[in-house]
């Protein structure tokens, strides 16, 4: 029962901690893109990753100030945003989603190859370009500090606030684009784009635009993960963790402001909750229903994959069973033609 | 303002001299009409003939898909403020054509203008924005949007649909409610008004097509282009489409439609085009039509409806082409794996 | 950069130091030898009900290996085969010597480590190594081996055959290209007639490759020969091919899922599976245990083992009947009908579902048949399936998608524009290279090099 309850605050605390902020932009800003526009961009760990090694290169590599980083690593998801948007956006979905999972894998293996070792610092990455962040945080880095019985380090706190904070605006920024005339275009792309053009709307424009600040959450996101971890190197953002995004989307509920970061903290809580949980089964010896023991057939490493399968199932069957997310109007759903 | 309240009817004469009427409420239909008639009345009926007003005029327009010739027009012109029907059967090209007008496809040769201006190379947009603006055989209501946003999408020129002031709403809160009002009324012409708030996939058939023409007339077009309008529409509401098209053109638009019953075409045609394989092979008034000798022959002659079996896989492959061609300009219409194989590899 | 003949296929030189040989370790990677310790099928099938059945029914029985760290590689370069009698040496962090081996005749070592996990010296006597054959980067290499770990050490081996023989390099990677692009190939039509007949974008095809590869593995280990293994594997590619269909596919196209939903679907599908794959065999790379001590032949120009030789005969022989049977046979007629028009085909007479499922199988059967060949080539591993994916839409792509012909086409282009490419490039940014042609092919000619313009709408 302590295990259960150790694991249900682990869980919890994952909820808030600075991954589950990471995915909340990730996935808002493909909310934006698959969400609201209907572009199939399967590439957003690229944003994240030219956003944090933005900051990196900019602080260690350049001796640029932090928030001179930012701007650039910001700078850095546009361009990129405008190369992958110009070839394709006039192309059928499939296309652009094509080309954007090859650009992340292509960045990440161009990012950790030999020949980059000397800007990017290749598998090994960078560490140490926070110092410009920390020096802001009212909390002390090295200090710990208790919240409801959950324990915190000074520069998880600080990243997480700051998170946070961006999540709530970037929520704000949403909903306000969303009521206006401009989010009412990107609903009509989404919808059926041929139409939008017959109505005189610049559908290509548009969908930049939608690429663009989607790009730019994702490289949001990206930041906040390499000030969490204090580091970045290129094989921490895989492909896969684009696929989790989509999860977190598809979970919380594509097209509604709140859905990708309600779904971005469950995500959370399920794989923390599911990954303690399952070390403590596994560790207890428990039976399933005294068929085989159950660390049998998992050790301890297997939990970590387990995790991938579990949202792999789940993608499938939310996308199946209920493409509107946990929360959502199944009615919308029901007129889903695409 | 129509002068003349005679009823309309075939080649009756025309009094007013002065051509357009914008702003004409419905119930004044007259004069419009029957200027574009009478200006009409004495053209010969022969293909490529001058029209006196052309507000469309096509020059030697082809089209190819791989080795098919899709469309092939020397010379076209279209009547202003007149109601143009385009008839041929399956695979004529009449959907391509309006596609190449609209901007959604691009013909491999000729030049079209409207009013004179060129509108060769331009985008759906910019075709849309000068004017032109089409319906499409499978009607395209946006389903996930509510009636009322659809046809707030149609008005032009809205300072909210730019991204920065999108968000700064003092920029475009009061050309909204502007719009809000404008779509209401045509709402409630298109006897819509009670649905504003429905999503607009949850509409029949019919209402969506009232609803894409009711969302086409929120830019104010000049050119009307109407692919099918009747297509799966239940007969009373054929009625309907029926009077609201001709209101377009007592409002002084011009109507281009597509249409294959030959009773809606006699009934509100001014003019009639016949396409077939992707040829204009007769024009003229709708009673002049069904006495055209080579229009008796394209309709009988392209029903041939024999069985396909697996070894006359040419003749499946050769009548896939067509049926590709035929469906072009529909691109993710059903959304269906269908649409994928039988449009292509890409959407434009 | 040299150039070793004998280069892997998807994760860069075998013989490159570990990290930078790789595309890249995935999270979580593992290297216990899981694979052969005892699984029961019943969770398998719980886990993922229809697909698990086809790994559960191939898992071998063997007895859970004993825990406990270790240091292993394979001396072994392409053109002398592996190297025997070369004594490794592994010393601790302090200097003191561990153990001391003497590889044995498929160039194999194992030391096992008694002080548990931290860090260790191994060491090759490389005065023992064959004439002309030198260590690259070094004799000895620092490692940190964690807790039940079996970690792989690898030496960068250079023969000394590639100077001052008649191989000319662009020759050498041309055929090397040409092989990775029949494999390619190879997976890749299946992809192209699935989305030609579907309009299905396939992304869990790349598992279908892995597991070919993973089943010839398992029932190759178990002392049944490769040819044997790899026909087993193929028709399991099939089942699984139709199982895809059967049980996913078809009902999703009964209930009007769109295509877009149905992407996404075969992303978690292709993770679940992936990592599925990842629980039941592990996260280390293998090779099979047949035709692996094979020098390379001297053509000239050219130098080839009779694997990868016999791999290219084997694609080419599969790939011209499969074009065969797409142009001359009633079920290929069927087919390309379908891709071309399916409501056109449906309506004269073709009966649509069939033909789909027949495509799946075919898909399911090339792709694991690619799995085969490139695990021969490379070696195996749970996910070279889905990097193999990028390099399956770049030629699906290059080709125009849709196009049986043009996936053929386009995959050998991209696989002999890779390993041609590192004439100019760094080896470790080839696959770098081949996405980007895939983007500038898009920009060029979206429609591909056989897609013609009248399928863009």
């Given at each position: 029962?302590?295990?259960?309850?150790?694991?249900?605050?682990?869980?919890?605390?994952?909820?808030?901690?600075?991954?589950?902020?990471?995915?909340?932009?990730?996935?808002?800003?493909?909310?934006?893109?698959?969400?609201?526009?209907?572009?199939?961009?399967?590439?957003?760990?690229?944003?994240?990753?030219?956003?944090?090694?933005?900051?990196?290169?900019?602080?260690?590599?350049?001796?640029?100030?932090?928030?001179?980083?930012?701007?650039?690593?910001?700078?850095?998801?546009?361009?990129?945003?405008?190369?992958?948007?110009?070839?394709?956006?006039?192309?059928?979905?499939?296309?652009?989603?094509?080309?954007?999972?090859?650009?992340?894998?292509?960045?990440?293996?161009?990012?950790?190859?030999?020949?980059?070792?000397?800007?990017?610092?290749?598998?090994?990455?960078?560490?140490?370009?926070?110092?410009?962040?920390?020096?802001?945080?009212?909390?002390?880095?090295?200090?710990?500090?208790?919240?409801?019985?959950?324990?915190?380090?000074?520069?998880?706190?600080?990243?997480?606030?700051?998170?946070?904070?961006?999540?709530?605006?970037?929520?704000?920024?949403?909903?306000?684009?969303?009521?206006?005339?401009?989010?009412?275009?990107?609903?009509?792309?989404?919808?059926?784009?041929?139409?939008?053009?017959?109505?005189?709307?610049?559908?290509?424009?548009?969908?930049?635009?939608?690429?663009?600040?989607?790009?730019?959450?994702?490289?949001?996101?990206?930041?906040?993960?390499?000030?969490?971890?204090?580091?970045?190197?290129?094989?921490?953002?895989?492909?896969?963790?684009?696929?989790?995004?989509?999860?977190?989307?598809?979970?919380?509920?594509?097209?509604?402001?709140?859905?990708?970061?309600?779904?971005?903290?469950?995500?959370?809580?399920?794989?923390?909750?599911?990954?303690?949980?399952?070390?403590?089964?596994?560790?207890?010896?428990?039976?399933?229903?005294?068929?085989?023991?159950?660390?049998?057939?998992?050790?301890?490493?297997?939990?970590?994959?387990?995790?991938?399968?579990?949202?792999?199932?789940?993608?499938?069957?939310?996308?199946?069973?209920?493409?509107?997310?946990?929360?959502?109007?199944?009615?919308?759903?029901?007129?889903?033609?695409? | 303002?129509?002068?003349?309240?005679?009823?309309?009817?075939?080649?009756?004469?025309?009094?007013?001299?002065?051509a357009?009427?914008?702003?004409?409420?419905?119930?004044?239909?007259?004069?419009p009409a029957r200027l574009a008639q009478a200006a009409l009345r004495?053209l010969?009926?022969?293909?490529?003939?001058?029209k006196p007003d052309p507000a469309l005029?096509?020059?030697?327009?082809?089209?190819?898909?791989?080795?098919?010739?899709?469309?092939?027009?020397?010379?076209?012109e279209i009547q202003r403020g007149g109601i143009t029907g385009?008839?041929?059967?399956?695979?004529?090209?009449?959907?391509?054509?309006?596609?190449?007008?609209?901007?959604?496809?691009?013909?491999?040769?000729?030049?079209?203008?409207?009013?004179?201006?060129?509108?060769?190379?331009?985008?759906?947009?910019?075709?849309?924005?000068?004017?032109?603006?089409?319906?499409?055989?499978?009607?395209?209501?946006?389903?996930?949007?509510?009636?009322?946003?659809?046809?707030?999408?149609?008005?032009?020129?809205?300072?909210?649909?730019?991204?920065?002031?999108?968000?700064?709403?003092?920029?475009?809160?009061?050309?909204?409610?502007?719009?809000?009002?404008?779509?209401?009324?045509?709402?409630?012409?298109?006897?819509?008004?009670?649905?504003?708030?429905?999503?607009?996939?949850?509409?029949?058939?019919?209402?969506?097509?009232?609803?894409?023409?009711?969302?086409?007339?929120?830019?104010?077009?000049?050119v009307?282009?109407?692919?099918?309008?009747?297509?799966?529409?239940?007969?009373?509401?054929?009625?309907?489409?029926?009077?609201?098209?001709k209101?377009l053109r007592?409002?002084g638009m011009t109507v281009v439609f597509?249409?294959?019953?030959?009773?809606?075409?006699?009934?509100i045609s001014d003019w009639v085009v016949?396409?077939?394989?992707?040829?204009?092979?007769?024009?003229?008034p709708?009673?002049?039509?069904?006495?055209?000798?080579?229009?008796?022959?394209?309709?009988?002659?392209?029903?041939?409806?024999?069985?396909?079996?697996?070894?006359?896989?040419?003749?499946?492959?050769?009548?896939?082409?067509?049926?590709?061609?035929?469906?072009?300009?529909?691109?993710?219409?059903?959304?269906?794996?269908?649409?994928?194989?039988?449009?292509?590899?890409?959407?434009? | 950069?040299?150039?070793?003949?004998?280069?892997?296929?998807?994760?860069?030189?075998?013989?490159?130091?570990?990290?930078?040989?790789?595309?890249?370790?995935?999270?979580?990677?593992?290297?216990?030898?899981?694979?052969?310790?005892?699984?029961?099928?019943?969770?398998?099938?719980?886990?993922?009900?229809?697909?698990?059945?086809?790994?559960?029914?191939?898992?071998?029985?063997?007895?859970?290996?004993?825990?406990?760290?270790?240091?292993?590689?394979?001396?072994?370069?392409?053109?002398?085969?592996?190297?025997?009698?070369?004594?490794?040496?592994?010393?601790?962090?302090?200097?003191?010597?561990?153990?001391?081996?003497?590889?044995?005749?498929?160039?194999?070592?194992?030391?096992?480590?008694?002080?548990?996990?931290?860090?260790?010296?191994?060491?090759?006597?490389?005065?023992?190594?064959?004439?002309?054959?030198?260590?690259?980067?070094?004799?000895?290499?620092?490692?940190?081996?964690?807790?039940?770990?079996?970690?792989?050490?690898?030496?960068?081996?250079?023969?000394?055959?590639?100077?001052?023989?008649?191989?000319?390099?662009?020759?050498?990677?041309?055929?090397?290209?040409?092989?990775?692009?029949?494999?390619?190939?190879?997976?890749?039509?299946?992809?192209?007639?699935?989305?030609?007949?579907?309009?299905?974008?396939?992304?869990?095809?790349?598992?279908?490759?892995?597991?070919?590869?993973?089943?010839?593995?398992?029932?190759?280990?178990?002392?049944?020969?490769?040819?044997?293994?790899?026909?087993?594997?193929?028709?399991?590619?099939?089942?699984?091919?139709?199982?895809?269909?059967?049980?996913?596919?078809?009902?999703?196209?009964?209930?009007?899922?769109?295509?877009?939903?149905?992407?996404?679907?075969?992303?978690?599908?292709?993770?679940?599976?992936?990592?599925?794959?990842?629980?039941?065999?592990?996260?280390?790379?293998?090779?099979?245990?047949?035709?692996?001590?094979?020098?390379?032949?001297?053509?000239?120009?050219?130098?080839?083992?009779?694997?990868?030789?016999?791999?290219?005969?084997?694609?080419?022989?599969?790939?011209?009947?499969?074009?065969?049977?797409?142009?001359?046979?009633?079920?290929?007629?069927?087919?390309?009908?379908?891709?071309?028009?399916?409501?056109?085909?449906?309506?004269?007479?073709?009966?649509?579902?069939?033909?789909?499922?027949?495509?799946?199988?075919?898909?399911?059967?090339?792709?694991?048949?690619?799995?085969?060949?490139?695990?021969?080539?490379?070696?195996?591993?749970?996910?070279?399936?889905?990097?193999?994916?990028?390099?399956?839409?770049?030629?699906?792509?290059?080709?125009?998608?849709?196009?049986?012909?043009?996936?053929?086409?386009?995959?050998?282009?991209?696989?002999?524009?890779?390993?041609?490419?590192?004439?100019?490039?760094?080896?470790?940014?080839?696959?770098?290279?081949?996405?980007?042609?895939?983007?500038?092919?898009?920009?060029?000619?979206?429609?591909?090099?056989?897609?013609?313009?009248?399928?863009?709408?």
């Amino acid at each position: 029962m302590n295990e259960f309850l150790d694991a249900l605050s682990l869980g919890v605390r994952s909820m808030f901690a600075y991954q589950a902020v990471f995915f909340a932009l990730l996935a808002m800003g493909l909310n934006l893109h698959f969400g609201y526009t209907g572009l199939l961009n399967f590439g957003q760990i690229a944003f994240a990753m030219v956003g944090g090694f933005g900051i990196a290169i900019s602080v260690t590599q350049w001796g640029l100030p932090f928030f001179v980083g930012v701007l650039i690593g910001l700078v850095a998801a546009v361009v990129l945003a405008l190369l992958l948007g110009l070839p394709t956006l006039r192309l059928r979905a499939d296309y652009l989603a094509i080309v954007t999972i090859a650009a992340a894998e292509a960045l990440r293996l161009l990012f950790r190859s030999v020949s980059s070792t000397p800007v990017t610092g290749g598998t090994q990455g960078i560490s140490a370009f926070n110092t410009g962040f920390l020096d802001l945080s009212p909390w002390s880095p090295a200090g710990r500090y208790d919240i409801l019985g959950t324990r915190w380090s000074g520069v998880e706190l600080w990243t997480v606030t700051v998170g946070w904070t961006l999540v709530v605006l970037g929520s704000l920024l949403i909903f306000a684009l969303m009521r206006s005339p401009w989010g009412r275009v990107l609903k009509a792309i989404r919808e059926d784009e041929d139409a939008a053009r017959a109505l005189g709307k610049n559908v290509y424009s548009y969908k930049m635009q939608s690429l663009v600040l989607g790009g730019v959450f994702g490289a949001l996101g990206g930041m906040v993960y390499a000030l969490g971890t204090g580091s970045v190197q290129p094989d921490q953002y895989q492909n896969a963790n684009t696929f989790l995004a989509y999860g977190a989307l598809i979970l919380g509920g594509a097209a509604r402001v709140l859905g990708p970061v309600v779904g971005a903290m469950l995500l959370w809580f399920i794989i923390a909750f599911s990954d303690s949980g399952l070390s403590a089964l596994i560790g207890n010896g428990v039976s399933f229903f005294g068929l085989f023991q159950l660390d049998d057939v998992f050790d301890a490493t297997d939990v970590a994959f387990a995790r991938f399968i579990i949202i792999g199932i789940g993608i499938m069957l939310l996308m199946i069973f209920r493409p509107q997310g946990i929360f959502g109007d199944r009615r919308e759903v029901l007129l889903d033609a695409r | 303002m129509p002068a003349d309240p005679q009823p309309t009817g075939a080649h009756a004469a025309s009094s007013t001299p002065t051509a357009t009427s914008t702003g004409t409420a419905p119930a004044g239909r007259a004069a419009p009409a029957r200027l574009a008639q009478a200006a009409l009345r004495d053209l010969p009926w022969e293909v490529g003939v001058a029209k006196p007003d052309p507000a469309l005029v096509v020059d030697g327009v082809t089209r190819t898909f791989g080795g098919l010739t899709a469309v092939s027009v020397d010379h076209l012109e279209i009547q202003r403020g007149g109601i143009t029907g385009l008839i041929g059967p399956n695979g004529a090209g009449k959907t391509t054509l309006f596609n190449l007008l609209t901007g959604f496809d691009q013909p491999n040769t000729g030049t079209w203008t409207f009013d004179g201006k060129s509108l060769g190379r331009l985008s759906p947009h910019q075709v849309a924005r000068l004017g032109v603006v089409r319906t499409f055989q499978l009607t395209k209501a946006l389903s996930r949007l509510t009636v009322l946003q659809n046809m707030l999408l149609g008005a032009q020129g809205q300072a909210g649909e730019s991204f920065l002031k999108a968000l700064v709403p003092g920029t475009w809160r009061s050309q909204e409610r502007a719009n809000t009002e404008k779509a209401m009324d045509l709402l409630q012409r298109f006897k819509l008004d009670a649905k504003k708030d429905e999503f607009a996939g949850v509409l029949s058939g019919g209402q969506r097509k009232l609803l894409e023409m009711a969302r086409a007339l929120m830019s104010d077009p000049k050119v009307v282009m109407l692919d099918e309008p009747m297509a799966g529409v239940n007969p009373a509401l054929t009625q309907s489409l029926l009077g609201h098209v001709k209101d377009l053109r007592e409002e002084g638009m011009t109507v281009v439609f597509v249409e294959h019953d030959m009773d809606v075409v006699r009934d509100i045609s001014d003019w009639v085009v016949v396409m077939a394989a992707g040829k204009v092979i007769a024009e003229g008034p709708p009673e002049s039509i069904s006495q055209n000798k080579d229009v008796v022959d394209a309709y009988l002659g392209a029903h041939h409806d024999a069985p396909l079996t697996n070894e006359e896989e040419d003749r499946v492959l050769a009548e896939a082409e067509a049926a590709i061609a035929r469906e072009e300009g529909v691109p993710g219409g059903s959304g269906r794996a269908e649409t994928i194989t039988s449009d292509g590899t890409e959407k434009r | 950069m040299t150039h070793a003949p004998h280069r892997a296929l998807v994760h860069g030189d075998r013989t490159g130091p570990p990290g930078a040989s790789r595309t890249g370790p995935r999270p979580h990677r593992t290297s216990s030898g899981r694979w052969s310790s005892a699984r029961r099928p019943l969770v398998l099938a719980l886990l993922l009900a229809s697909f698990a059945m086809v790994f559960a029914a191939l898992l071998p029985s063997g007895t859970a290996q004993a825990a406990g760290e270790q240091v292993r590689g394979t001396l072994t370069t392409g053109s002398t085969g592996p190297i025997a009698g070369v004594e490794v040496t592994v010393t601790t962090a302090g200097g003191d010597e561990v153990d001391s081996v003497e590889t044995d005749d498929a160039g194999r070592f194992a030391i096992d480590l008694p002080d548990g996990a931290g860090d260790y010296t191994v060491t090759i006597d490389e005065d023992a190594l064959p004439e002309g054959v030198t260590a690259g980067d070094g004799a000895s290499r620092d490692v940190t081996v964690e807790e039940n770990r079996r970690l792989p050490v690898t030496f960068a081996l250079t023969d000394g055959e590639e100077r001052g023989s008649g191989r000319i390099l662009a020759v050498q990677l041309f055929v090397d290209g040409l092989r990775f692009g029949l494999l390619i190939a190879l997976a890749a039509v299946g992809l192209s007639l699935i989305f030609g007949t579907t309009g299905l974008t396939n992304f869990a095809h790349g598992e279908l490759v892995t597991i070919g590869a993973v089943v010839a593995f398992f029932i190759n280990a178990t002392g049944v020969p490769l040819v044997a293994a790899a026909v087993v594997a193929v028709l399991v590619g099939a089942a699984v091919g139709a199982l895809n269909e059967l049980a996913l596919w078809r009902p999703l196209r009964k209930r009007g899922t769109g295509l877009v939903a149905a992407l996404v679907v075969s992303i978690g599908l292709s993770l679940a599976l992936r990592y599925l794959i990842q629980t039941v065999y592990g996260g280390r790379s293998n090779a099979y245990t047949d035709y692996q001590s094979q020098r390379a032949r001297d053509f000239g120009a050219f130098a080839i083992t009779d694997r990868d030789l016999y791999s290219i005969v084997i694609a080419l022989v599969v790939l011209v009947g499969v074009a065969l049977m797409l142009q001359r046979s009633r079920i290929g007629k069927a087919m390309r009908a379908v891709a071309d028009n399916r409501d056109l085909a449906a309506s004269s007479g073709i009966d649509v579902n069939r033909v789909i499922l027949v495509v799946w199988m075919a898909g399911g059967a090339l792709a694991a048949l690619g799995g085969v060949l490139l695990g021969l080539s490379d070696q195996v591993q749970w996910d070279m399936g889905f990097r193999l994916l990028l390099l399956m839409f770049a030629g699906v792509t290059l080709g125009g998608l849709g196009t049986a012909y043009g996936a053929l086409l386009g995959s050998v282009i991209v696989g002999v524009f890779i390993q041609m490419s590192t004439l100019v490039i760094p080896n470790d940014m080839k696959y770098v290279g081949g996405l980007l042609l895939l983007i500038v092919i898009l920009i060029v000619r979206p429609q591909g090099i056989l897609g013609s313009r009248a399928r863009i709408g």
